[in-house]
């Protein structure tokens, strides 16, 4: 009997997976934007959430404010990425027929995509992105002086671009090696740990509570 309640408990939570599943794909066909939006930021605060538990002890409690604003910085963020994808997919493209076909460069068409797409993404997009909107819209959101922010900026950037680096190279290999649409919810999965990288480096940890300087 036990065995067979075992089973049946299972089979429920199989059931229950699919149809979640199933909802989902439902949701990400027909509302994309939306869907992926939402993923995006509800995967942000989770990061923010992991982050805060890693460093919570009797004085430092939790911040519900901070995962709110993460959870907006991620929605934001989702957003972006739904427009930037398509725009890095057509100057991929550009550029690798520029090169293979013009210039007669050794490399596959795969090859060059990722390549170029990786490179757009390390030194076109993450700089403004994370100068304008992840950086500037937390310390504001945190209560930071506007006239503060540009120094702010400048002194946590280099640290999160490393960071970059070091955590999605790897992962944009396969990132940018699926169809498109699947692009921002492997991105928001893997953000879960991302999120916490950016939300120590935005809020100073190991420096300071909070944002302001």
């Known amino acids: ?72 910085k991620g929605l934001g963020g989702g957003l972006i990425l739904t427009q930037w994808y398509p725009l890095v997919d057509q100057w991929s493209n550009s550029i690798c027929e520029l090169l293979i076909s013009d210039y007669g460069l050794p490399v ?30 937390l310390a504001y959101m945190n209560g930071m002086e506007p006239e503060k922010i540009p120094a702010h900026v400048q002194e946590r950037i280099g640290g999160l671009l490393i960071n970059n680096a070091k955590v999605w190279t790897f992962a944009n290999l396969i990132i940018y090696n699926i169809p498109m649409e699947f692009r921002v919810v492997t991105v928001s999965l893997t953000d879960i740990f991302w999120q916490s990288v950016v939300s120590q480096t935005a809020s100073g940890e190991g420096e300071e509570n909070n944002l302001h300087g």
């Open 1 to 72: 009997p036990s065995q067979d309640k075992q089973r049946s408990m299972t089979v429920h939570k199989m059931s229950f997976m699919a149809e979640v599943s199933n909802a989902y794909s439902f949701a990400l066909t027909n509302y994309q934007i939306p869907t992926e939006t939402m993923t995006s930021g509800v995967l942000a605060g989770v990061g923010d959430v992991v982050a805060q538990s890693q460093t919570m002890t009797e004085e430092r409690k939790f911040q519900i404010k901070r995962a709110g604003q993460f959870i907006l």
């Open 108 to 137: 596959s068409e795969r090859v060059c995509y990722t390549a170029a797409s990786i490179l757009l993404e390390q030194f076109v997009f993450c700089p403004i992105v994370y100068s304008l909107w992840d950086l500037s819209f």
